[in-house]
């Protein structure tokens, strides 16, 4: 039973390898840029699927534990429209405010964030946090 468990997050794993990194539409010349680009992907995919599960299991958790403070705070501010706290929100707050950047409609009856609507929203943090740093260099 135990390996049936783990089959199942093998299976969302590779999903997000495939389906949100996209990694069969690379048309990739040489086996070296295929192994780079392999190797990066399968640590993103990696990521998506630990904060799923982490925002699952361990929702109390701060934020600051899997996100940099960067993150969290441009999550924040522009989901929220308002100056972030001082300490850090929890996981499972900051996991939903970033599903929802990736479409996750946190309805009363929908469940926890699943990995699409996690890898599309911390798509979106990722820009967030560059336009952030610009405006600050400023």
């Known amino acids: 039973m135990q390996w049936y468990l783990c089959r199942w997050q093998i299976e969302v794993y590779f999903r997000v390898l ?13 086996r070296e840029r295929l192994e780079a680009a392999l190797a990066l992907y399968l640590i993103v995919a990696w990521r998506v699927l630990y904060l799923m599960m982490v ?34 929100p929890s ?15 946190a ?15 911390l798509q979106r943090v990722r820009d967030f946090v560059a336009a952030l740093e610009a405006r600050d260099a400023l």
């Open 91 to 105: 996981l499972g707050e900051i996991l939903v405010l970033v599903a929802r950047l990736g479409g996750f409609l």
């Open 18 to 30: 495939k389906s949100g990194c996209r990694i069969e539409q690379l048309q990739l010349q040489t």
């Open 55 to 88: 925002g699952r299991n361990s929702p109390e958790l701060p934020c600051d534990v899997v996100f940099t403070t960067e993150e969290w705070e441009a999550v924040y501010l522009v989901t929220q429209r308002k100056k972030p706290p001082r300490q850090p």
């Open 107 to 121: 309805r009363k009856g929908d469940g926890p964030p699943g990995p699409k609507s996690i890898w599309i929203g």
